[in-house]
């Protein structure tokens, strides 16, 4: 699904991300550690192509195409979706609107903004005005219609309640799905076997995968991650197995200790 060889990073002239290997296969979902300001957002930002973050070295390689140089429109049309720690106000374009943008048909758009607890926002300006909550629905909203096969989301408890955070992470769990949740009001018609997305693990047949970046680590209550990575000055010096485990270790020991061995080592 993603493949990232030897990818160095610069924004504003200055080098943040250095020789970053990464491999995410089809159904996986990994997760991103590390402290404040160590390049995490940076790494999501270059996968999605924004401006101002200039690839110095490496390749970024998405379902097998090399799109190192493509758009940030073209990564979206092939199919990556992300949800920003701080997304633009849009004055003069609807939330509807929006979401219809992205590809969901009118009746969707209700259905989907239903299950958000979103349908009082559909005729406000996009984000204009919402809470750190309320942006983080009104992102997985849009991404629920784009309906992406890797999905990227940054941070996505920051500034999020404990009741906002289980509407995210159900939210996440179903883009990644594309399938029946269970969940009331489910946008997905078909649902009803009365289950919590968090009980299915559909990913390896539904092939969509996922990057997440998390501290806490809240949204893998409700979404299936099978690897964590730490990313330490730059650096991806850490590349194991459970994200619970891992975090853990880091709870416990500190970061440095984590990428000098101990989780390796199962030092926890």
């Known amino acids: 699904m993603l493949k990232i060889e030897h990818l160095s990073v610069a924004v504003s002239g200055k080098e943040i ?31 999605m192509g924004f401006e101002n973050y200039k690839v110095l070295e490496g390749k ?6 090399d799109i190192t140089d493509a758009s940030c429109d073209e990564r979206a049309r092939l199919g990556i979706g992300v949800m920003i720690q701080r997304p633009p106000t849009i004055r003069g374009l609807s939330l509807r609107k929006m979401v219809e943008i992205c ?7 209700d259905r989907m903004a239903k299950w958000m607890d979103m349908s009082a926002f559909l005729n406000r300006g996009v984000n204009d005005g919402f809470s750190g909550g309320e942006l983080k629905r009104s992102e997985l909203l849009q991404l629920m219609a784009q309906k992406p096969d890797l999905l990227l989301l940054d941070e996505p408890e920051s500034g999020v309640d404990i009741e906002n955070i289980a509407l995210v992470g159900r939210a996440a769990n179903y883009i ?26 559909p990913l390896k047949e539904s092939g969509h995968s996922g990057l997440i970046i998390t501290h806490l680590g809240h949204i893998l209550k409700y979404v299936p991650a099978s690897h964590a990575h730490i990313l330490y000055n730059g650096k991806l010096t850490c590349q194991v197995g459970d994200p619970v485990e891992v975090l853990q270790c880091i709870a416990r020991n500190g970061y440095e200790k984590c990428v000098n061995g101990c989780c390796r080592r199962g030092n926890r």
Do not use: M, W
């Open 60 to 65: 970024i390689y998405f379902k097998g195409q």
């Open 176 to 201: 990644l799905q594309h399938s029946e949740c269970g969940q009331k009001d489910c946008p997905n018609p078909c649902c009803g076997k009365n289950r919590d997305c968090s009980e299915l693990n």
């Open 103 to 109: 590809g969901a048909k009118p009746e969707e758009v």
């Open 17 to 47: 991300l250095s020789d970053i290997n990464l491999h995410i296969a089809p159904g996986e979902v990994h997760v991103l550690l590390g402290p404040n300001g160590t390049g995490k957002s940076t790494l999501i930002s270059a996968i």
